[in-house]
């Protein structure tokens, strides 16, 4: 875990696992079928509130991930929902066909998925989200 993300965690009293799935039931990913799935769940030890969701991974990883990969993944997607003006601004932002019925689709899903993980981090950390939105998670402290 980036030193960055741990003293996140700890100074926020978050907890971390996550279990191994066979499948993703969001749908959310064209996974290759070799693809490893995870559900994680973030939990504050203070109140107890919970996040959860799922965390998939392409056929060349071989250890189950940490809770700064995941954390940065749902704090990536929760900043790009966070920045979109709509869906259309974030079909834009990210090169989404719209022309084609399963382009339209797929940006809706992506974009649900996104808020997902927007609220989750919201109910999870309240006021603290906008700390969590300035981590560099590359950073080594």
Same mark, same amino acid.
């Given at each position: 875990?980036s030193?960055t993300a ?9 907890g ?5 799935v066979?499948t ?6 064209d ?6 799935h995870?559900r994680f769940e973030?939990? +504050?030890?203070?109140?107890d509130e *919970?996040f959860a969701? !799922?965390?998939?991974? /392409?056929s060349?990883?071989s250890?189950e991930?940490?809770?700064?990969e995941v ?6 997607d929760?900043?790009s929902?966070?920045d979109?003006a709509?869906?259309l601004d ?7 066909d719209?022309?084609m +019925?399963?382009g339209v689709?797929r *940006?809706?899903?992506? !974009?649900?998925g996104c /808020? ?5 981090l919201s109910?999870?950390?309240g006021?603290?989200l906008a ?5 560099d998670?590359?950073e080594e402290?």
């Open positions: 875990m030193n741990n003293n996140f965690m700890k100074l926020h009293q978050l971390f696992r996550v279990e191994r066979s993703r039931p969001d749908s959310l990913g996974w290759q079928r070799d693809a490893r995870w973030f939990r +504050t030890l203070s109140n *919970v969701g !799922y965390f998939s991974q /392409g060349a990883h250890t991930p940490t809770a700064a954390l940065e993944a749902c704090t990536m929760a900043r929902f966070d979109a709509d869906v974030f079909a834009h932002e990210f090169g989404y719209l022309d +019925t399963e689709d *940006v809706r899903k992506v !974009y649900a /808020g997902e993980s927007f609220a989750g109910a999870l950390l006021d603290n700390e969590l939105f300035c981590l998670f590359d402290i």
